[in-house]
């Protein structure tokens, strides 16, 4: 799979975000945790405000009612879910359902269109044995509004700086709306399927795609899904404001 890096460059004046630095992450620094506003390379903390695009791609959105209970959950200035000025295009969601008859585990990915057609397509390549036959086979809408929408407190993994999210439905992570940030994340569900779990989040880290800068000699060349999304790369770079 693509391995990302290369420079990083700052967007030009007349273009969205103008003056922040996008570009130059790697594949080895996408893993975050469960706080929104991880998975920026050699940044820490809650929230996205502000902060540039090292693997281009734009942090996931969550409602205004989140945003209003935990301030660092606010992502306006991105849009909402169907903005279609979003690098790989509006916010969409996958859900993925354990086989296991000894769980009742569902999870869900959220992010923009490209990746998560994508991802799609590995997690079903590497994880079908886990699966349950209702997962999804192609991506739909994230509506904030809708009761069943994945919610930050159902966070257990961002990648990719916060661009892409895990959810795990039942899940209640309690540091997600605390303004205490020496609180720690709520355990896990001892009955999720955790098969299941490892595949999701090895697939997603491995297989997620990226802007590929210069390849280190041990990479191999990226996936289609990669190349389609250097077309969107210049895309991006030549939408006004």
């Known amino acids: 799979y693509g391995y990302g ?6 967007i030009p004046e007349g273009q969205l975000f103008a003056g922040r630095s996008a570009g130059g992450g ?58 279609t000025s979003r690098f790989g295009g509006p916010l969409m969601e996958a859900t993925f359902i354990s086989n296991s008859s000894s769980s009742n585990t569902t999870f869900h990915v959220l992010s923009d269109n490209s990746t998560v ?9 590497n994880c079908s044995h886990y699966l349950s036959s209702s997962s999804s086979s192609s991506p739909i809408p994230f509506n904030v509004s809708s009761s069943n929408a994945p919610q930050p407190q159902q966070a257990i ?28 994340d709520s355990p896990l569900p001892s009955n999720m399927d955790t098969n299941l779990s490892v595949c999701l989040n090895q697939t997603i880290a491995l297989a997620v ?4 800068g210069a390849f280190p000699s041990s990479s191999v060349a990226p996936p289609v899904a990669s190349a389609a999304v250097l077309g969107m790369l210049a895309l991006f770079l030549l939408l006004p404001f």
């Not at 890096?5 to 700052?10: C, Q, T, W």
């Not at 790697?26 to 809650?46: E, F, K, L, V, W």
């Not at 502000?50 to 959950?73: H, K, M, T, Y």
């Open 26 to 83: 790697t594949r080895d620094q996408i893993c975050g945790s469960r706080t929104y506003g991880s998975g920026y390379p050699g940044i820490t903390g809650c929230g996205v405000s502000g902060r540039g695009f090292p693997f281009w791609f734009w942090p996931v959105v969550w409602s205004d009612a989140a945003a209003e209970i935990q301030p660092c959950l606010n992502g306006s200035e991105y849009g909402d879910a169907y903005n």
């Open 117 to 125: 057609t994508s991802l799609i397509q590995s997690i079903d390549a």
């Open 157 to 184: 993994q961002y990648y990719r700086a916060s661009s892409v999210v895990l959810t795990l439905d039942g899940y209640n992570n309690s540091a997600a709306f605390s303004s205490n940030t020496n609180v720690t």
């Open 5 to 10: 890096g290369g420079d990083f460059i700052v």
């Open 209 to 212: 795609p990226l802007v590929n």
